[in-house]
């Protein structure tokens, strides 16, 4: 069975600094892996996604991705960030299944 | 382009209630999910439709919940008898391609 897991609950980081909020995963064949951000009272927001190709993957508002099959990762960073960037990030991926979401991880960027 | 509707964004019943969600996807979006996100956990698949048909409800719990997309357009989630661990925020998504969907704001159901 597919998982998902995201070892951090929250990620505090000042404004300017980089961020990194971190994802593992386990499927059966090539992966499709995805980063959603969740605002307040808000849906699910698509930011970006590894199907094949280049391992770093640059999605909306400036983040980007690598995919590392070796280490089984995909990582969300972004090389400063803003106080605007403050919600909840959720990894999930796909084996040509339905998909499965991560807990997710609260990021908070301090000014 | 108008993303996915939701209606209602709150609901409060007590239990052993019947509550309904409705969704309308994307234009054009064949495929239509329902997800239960419960407070402190990632979203998890309830049903998953292409057009009027089910693909994948292996995760809805058949007892009580029921969804339904009579027209392939929009779609329909109840819940009958409602049950407290049903609180949880229902989100409906679409999509073009399977792995790129959109969400909508979700319906927040607190069961008292």
């Known amino acids: 069975a597919q998982s998902v897991a995201q070892p951090e609950d929250q990620v505090n980081v000042a404004e300017g600094n980089p961020l990194t909020v971190k994802c593992t995963y386990s499927v059966s064949g090539n992966p499709y892996l995805f980063w959603y951000v969740q605002y307040p009272n808000r849906g699910l927001q698509f930011l970006l996604k590894y199907i094949t190709g280049d391992n770093l993957v640059k999605g909306s508002y400036g983040f980007e991705a690598e995919f590392n099959k070796s280490q089984t990762s995909f990582h969300l960073k972004k090389p400063s960030a803003l106080v605007s960037d403050s919600a909840l990030y959720f990894c999930a991926v796909s084996g040509n299944t339905p998909l499965v979401f991560g807990k997710g991880t609260r990021l908070s960027v301090i000014a | 382009e108008a993303g996915v509707a939701q209606s209602p964004r709150y609901k409060i019943i007590e239990k052993r209630q019947s509550v309904a969600f409705w969704c309308n996807p994307i234009?054009?979006?064949?495929?239509l999910y329902w997800y239960q996100q419960i407070l402190g956990q990632g979203p998890k698949l309830l049903i998953q439709?292409?057009?009027?048909?089910?693909?994948?409800d292996s995760q809805l719990p058949k007892d009580r919940f029921s969804a339904e997309r009579l027209k392939g357009v929009d779609s329909t989630l109840k819940i009958q008898p409602a049950k407290l661990e049903d609180s949880a925020v229902y989100l409906c998504a679409s999509s073009l391609i399977s792995y790129e969907q959109y969400f909508g704001p979700g319906t927040r159901l607190t069961v008292t």
């Open positions: 439709f292409q057009n009027n048909g089910v693909v994948d």
């Open positions: 234009s054009g979006h064949a495929t």
